[in-house]
């Protein structure tokens, strides 16, 4: 999956709003476990530096999911594409799911 939006600035993985981890795992509740805070950017003097890195569209993610969603087919996400955000509360979750 190449369409993979990513709202969380001080995640390593995030370029320009696009995750670009290799392969991530969505949880049973939906939580993305595969977030890992980057000191860098969470210690950065410029809230908007993470703003003006371009998109990276080109790697493709495999996405192995566990959530009871319409998208889960044999635990993996046949989604066209999906966005991760964080709920304010320190989780860091799939906004795509749809339940099943």
């Given at each position: 999956m190449k369409d993979i939006k990513c709202g969380l600035k001080d995640c390593r993985f995030n370029k320009g709003y696009c995750c670009c981890a290799k392969s991530i795992d969505v949880s049973t509740?939906?939580?993305?476990?595969?977030?890992?805070p980057d000191e860098k950017k969470?210690?950065?003097l410029f809230e908007a530096a993470a703003d003006f890195?371009?998109?990276n569209y080109s790697v493709d993610t495999a996405v192995t999911c566990n959530a009871k969603c319409i998208f889960n087919k044999d635990n993996r996400c046949?989604?066209?594409g999906i966005t991760v955000m964080g709920e304010g509360n320190g989780e860091v979750v799939c906004l795509?799911?749809?339940k099943d």
């Open positions: 509740r939906t939580d993305c476990l595969t977030y890992s969470r210690n950065s890195i371009p998109a046949v989604s066209n795509t799911y749809i």
